[in-house]
């Protein structure tokens, strides 16, 4: 190809070393830089470009329009920001110092999302440069606020509506399903996540003078919490399975024939054993059927040593993955229904919900979905999979019904790559990969477009 | 009485003014000050007066031994330090900054202890400038160090055992039963603090890309923690009732009989109602029953909005009231036993001790005794009341051991002086019926020693 790979990711290292936290205001300005290094990979692919202002982090668009009223049009969506890199000391190297060890490209960002973002941009820039044009319009949009979960991102597309309207969403976002396996998504969990927040007595008490006759809110928030699942680790909300379905014969056996080694999963999960509702497979569980987990508790005293305080206050953070028809509005008001029920005498409640969005399913037809997958066998040399994803990314079904369109996500990330960890990474051979891809995916869509077309009349 | 009221109350004004905040090493001279202050008022009240180094605050030492090798000797114990005082803004006015207001003196310390300490200081004065002699040789210890938990007392006391030899000892750090109703304290419940560690994945991992899949170490502390109650409230951990007896028909009548008004109570403590073990009234729960709190709790994500983690660690304070035979090591053998035996698979959890005292009942009978009893009747015109107190003070069961002496605990503070709150307080008039309490005390001894001496041969 005409990319010098030593070019690539050298190039790839500038955007990586940008610390475009979203979520940390002091880093507001990187965050600009870094959407203005987009623009500039934009303009230089061959694209029009232009930052979308917001109330937040900018957008960094792009389009061109060469291939015409009648063709369809392709929105790629990626995002240029990235989590916060702490804790910095478990950081082999530095988070925004690029390192390639083991052929390996470390960096935060470097597999979410900066380093497949570039792989689209790169890939554009190449079909341009190669072929001139690109069989489909092409619409590029790179959040700047994914990381904490896009508030102005559907704003700005209703804003921008007639101007963003797309046939197919490309994403390129997720991992494949191990090395030399490339993989399309065919579903999300959707998710529902709340803050419980038990409150007892007035304040904080001394546990020795008080404790054994008055509510200890700590203990109230354990009573309520053990309830919420029951001895086949199932979620024991009443109602909560109401809008799960297993999934159909054929996925689940396909989902059977995946290679996937338990141990592997293990090691890289850091776990010595696994666990999970009984009747379903380790991938099953993940990919098909619902959860839920406490991501989080914070009650009285915490730090160094003995303070004998009887807590007046417990919180608990507390989200559900969700399957099929789950809807995470619902499945707030079962687990309102449920706490309430286990709410002891003396201590109140409040379950407030912090996010949610609905479960994702692909559309596994179409002239997206057949390039996606003719490229990925051209780009890595076999057949893709189809794979689930147990992870949540709202953006999907909001674009899909925002837009009218088909998403495709289509990852190059491996798995295990510490997406929200340190030391997070990205395998550099799969920029080419990526890149070889794409152009394929390119060249199957024009392939196609040609066959649709009448015959010349010669 | 010979001391003026006002000039009583600026005397402690002074004291109350000094941050001696043990917890605090920036306040170490702070700390020093307040022990010379001590130093100084025992000088004043005509004792021989010393600082005793530690390897942490010194102790402010003082001896009386007019009375004479083969009288007894009593021990005085308290302490000069307090507990930090934040939240400041808690406070009406300023922690350091003594205020008189509604006949209640509001400070940092003015409970505990320094208020309680400068009766004792005061009444020795009064008594020796007054009779000119004690009936019983006094030895006066004053802990700096006692806020946090005294690391450096009893390796004071065991080097300096014999010059410190008494028969009794007499601590003012506790509450009176109600206002105008002085008490004695019959008995302390023991303690046995400890942080439980659950730790299950290597590290935090995507609640999505795992959830479902491996151990949550979150959840796995609430199996645990849930596992500690019955539904009865008592304490579901195999053997820990063994070493409890109930209270004798004698103690029970008698706590039944005491003025207790639960509304009272509830407001105190900020409660909307009551709760623990069923069959025990809301005070035998406090003094007579064990239990077991969740003092704290973290694991995961605390801050704000929704993170989707999935933790690795969880960590849970927890400690155990004890009563009658208890043991703080065997209750931790127990523990260690019970949360093994909940303990998933895939989790290891350690079980660290903290802290740890047993319970102490106080011997009713002998000369200390019935002075004290007796003093408090003259001190404050009605017969005392024997109370229990459901929090722990170590250094009580200690120091009877250690100088095998008979520890007698009179309190002069009232219910609701926020100890270890902002705005701590102690009636003003208290100071003076704690030192008439005093001089009646030494007065009683005194009678006592006479009778008990053989008639004088004339």
């Known amino acids: 190809m005409a990319i010098d790979p030593h070019d690539l990711r050298g190039e790839l290292f500038e955007f990586l070393r940008i610390p475009s936290i979203s979520a940390r205001p002091e880093h507001a300005l990187d965050v600009r830089d870094a959407a203005l290094w987009v623009i500039g990979a934009l303009e230089a692919a061959g694209l029009k470009a232009e930052l979308l202002e917001t109330e937040g982090h900018p957008v960094a668009f792009g389009e061109w329009l060469g291939a015409g009223d009648h063709a369809p049009t392709l ?41 497949q973002l570039f792989i689209q941009l790169k890939a554009l820039q190449e079909a341009l440069s190669r072929y001139g044009s690109l069989p489909v319009n092409v619409l590029f949009l790179a959040d700047g606020e994914e990381e904490i979960a896009s508030p102005n991102l559907l704003p700005l597309i209703r804003a921008h509506k007639d101007r963003l309207s797309a046939d197919g969403v490309l994403i390129s976002d997720s991992a494949m399903f191990a090395p030399g396996l490339p993989s399309l998504l065919f579903s999300l969990r959707g998710m529902a996540y709340f803050e419980l927040r038990v409150r007892g007595v007035r304040g ?66 850091g776990a010595t054993c696994l666990y999970g509702e009984s009747g379903y497979s380790t991938i099953e569980r993940l990919w098909t059927r619902p959860t839920c987990e406490v991501n989080g508790l914070l009650s009285g005293y915490t730090g160094e040593g003995a303070k004998t305080v009887l807590p007046a206050d417990a919180m608990a953070k507390l989200s559900f993955r969700l399957v099929s028809d789950q ?28 996010a949610g969005c609905r479960p994702w399913r692909a559309n596994l037809e179409g002239p997206f979905f057949e390039a996606a997958r003719e490229a990925l066998r051209a780009g890595f040399g076999v057949e893709p999979v189809l794979t ?8 999907v079904a909001d674009l899909e019904e925002l837009l009218g369109a088909q998403a495709i996500l289509m990852g190059f990330a491996l798995p295990g790559a510490n ?26 869509l024009s392939r196609q477009r040609s066959e649709a077309l009448p015959p010349l009349r010669g």
Chains 1, 2 share one sequence.
Request: net charge negative.
């Open 327 to 354: 809807d995470p509005a619902h499945v707030g008001d079962l687990l309102r229904s449920h706490v309430s029920q286990y709410t002891p005498p003396g201590v109140e409640v409040d379950v407030v919900e912090l």
């Open 388 to 395: 689930g994803d147990g992870a949540s990314i709202p953006i």
């Open 204 to 269: 904080d008490l001394h546990s020795g003078s008080y404790g054994g006759a008055v509510p200890n809110a700590a203990s109230c928030l354990v009573g309520i919490l053990s309830t919420l699942h029951d001895q086949d680790g199932r979620v024991a909300i009443e109602g909560f399975y109401d809008a799960v379905a297993d999934w159909d014969a054929e996925t689940r056996a396909q989902i059977r024939a995946l290679p996937f080694v338990e141990q592997e999963f293990m090691h890289e999960a």
């Open 419 to 444: 997406m929200h960890a340190p030391n997070e990474w990205f395998p550099e051979a799969h920029l080419e990969n990526g890149i070889e891809t794409l152009l394929s995916f390119y060249r199957e």
């Open 75 to 115: 929105l790629i969506y990626g995002h240029y920001d990235v989590q916060p890199p702490e804790p910095v000391e478990l950081w082999t190297t530095p988070p925004f110092e690029p390192a390639l060890r083991d052929g390996r490209i470390y960096a935060r960002g470097a597999a979410d999302n900066k380093g």
